[in-house]
Structures are given as structure tokens and as C-alpha cells.
């Protein structure tokens, strides 16, 4: 299984950014939650929003109201766009997935690779 994200970058207070994470795997499988993490520098990494299979959404109370987690359950992909950005949103953002396959014939969370957001005020 591979979580492979994209979409990061550098945008100014007050913009926006569309983050994309899309799963593969070459075994039989099936995705139930996915979401997003993000760490800023000096912190400890901190959930920013899930969403379950059924679209059922969490979000992080500092981030209500500005950003939006979405997926596409037949392109296996979670997006999370992000509006009205602040300095304090500048970190790298992890996807994550709650998969399970045949190979393992258990549930596994994986995790993408960072993507870095940045912030400028």
C-alpha cells in the first residue's frame, strides 16, 4: 500500500490550497477512514480533519469553517482544501488511511509522505 500526496506549497495569509492523497495497492484491499495530520515545527503532530467511507467528517477546532475534507471513494483519493490560511496553518501535512488487504488480512493505518504548507503573513 502506498499514500502518495500532493499539492503543497507556499500561498499568503489568506489564500488557498487544495491538498490531494491518493491510495494504491497491487492487493485486494478496502479503505474505511481517511484523513489528514499535520506538524508544525517544535510540536507535536495533531489530527486537522477524517473522514470516514460514509463521508462522515471531524475537524480540528482551529481549522472549522476554513477547511473542507473531501474524497473520492472510486480514485481512492482524500483532499483537504484549505481557505483562508493563516501563518499558524505553516506545517507539513501527513494523509493517512485505515486500509485493509488480503495480504495482511487485517486493518493497518499508513501514512503518505509530508507535504510541506507554508504560510507567509
Known amino acids: 500500500v502506498q499514500l502518495q500526496a500532493s499539492g503543497g506549497g507556499l500561498v499568503q495569509a489568506g489564500g488557498s490550497l487544495r491538498l490531494s492523497c491518493t491510495a494504491t495497492s497491487k492487493s485486494m484491499w478496502s479503505i474505511n477512514d481517511m484523513g489528514w495530520y499535520r506538524q508544525a515545527p517544535g510540536k507535536q503532530r495533531e489530527l486537522v480533519a477524517l473522514i470516514t467511507k460514509g463521508a462522515s467528517t471531524t475537524y480540528a477546532d482551529s481549522v472549522k469553517g476554513r477547511f473542507t475534507v473531501s474524497r473520492d471513494n472510486d480514485k481512492n483519493t482524500v483532499y483537504l482544501q484549505m481557505n483562508n490560511l493563516n501563518p499558524e496553518d505553516t506545517a507539513v501535512y501527513h494523509c493517512?488511511?485505515?486500509?485493509?488487504?488480503?495480504?495482511?488480512?487485517?486493518?493497518?493505518?499508513?501514512w503518505g509522505q509530508g507535504t510541506l504548507v507554508t504560510v507567509s503573513s
Open positions: 493517512n488511511a485505515h486500509i485493509w488487504t488480503i495480504d495482511d488480512y487485517q486493518w493497518k493505518t499508513y
